[in-house]
């Protein structure tokens, strides 16, 4: 599985196409699809963080992932998004997606959007790992696994 070509600008306000503007050799990927689903997507975060002190080469990234709006609409996500948060870095790395929902789904194999999904993609996109939902030990293991062999 491949992370298709899309669009989107983070919270620094620049734009960004993915996965060509992905920083890292590996990318961790969260991508929710509500906003209930960032309590899944904290639970995640302070691992994410660790991982990335112990991989120099990988980058932790924030998809949400929105149906496509007006540009008026837009904004007003955005800002509000980024009322909340404060942290430069996790502002660079928080990359709003307006798109058709159904069609990135499909393209990644993701049948629902009921929990949040988790990537790890290279720089190209290609998928090397998946998760979904909230964090759990067990997935941990996989993904520091799979880091290893990297």
């Known amino acids: 599985m491949t992370f298709p070509t899309v669009s989107g600008s983070n919270l620094l306000r620049e734009k960004k196409t993915l996965p060509q503007d992905f920083l890292g050799e590996l990318n961790l990927?969260?991508?929710p699809f509500q906003q209930w689903q960032q309590m899944e997507v904290d639970s995640w975060l302070g691992l994410a963080s660790q991982l990335e002190q112990q991989h120099s080469g990988l980058a932790a990234y924030e998809l949400p992932t929105i149906a496509d709006r007006s540009?008026?609409?837009k904004l007003f996500i955005n800002e509000?998004?980024?009322a909340g948060i404060p942290n430069p870095k996790t502002r660079q790395r928080t990359i709003t997606l307006y798109l058709d929902k159904a069609?990135?789904?499909a393209?990644?194999?993701m049948p629902?959007?009921?929990h949040i999904y988790i990537l790890l993609v290279d720089r190209q996109g290609n998928e090397l790992f998946r998760a979904r939902g909230p964090y759990n030990r067990e997935t941990e293991a996989a993904l520091r696994q799979i880091l290893a062999q990297a």
């Open 29 to 31: 990927l969260f991508i």
């Open 71 to 73: 540009a008026f609409s």
């Open 80 to 82: 509000g998004i980024r």
């Open 103 to 105: 069609s990135f789904r």
């Open 107 to 109: 393209a990644l194999n």
């Open 112 to 114: 629902d959007e009921e």
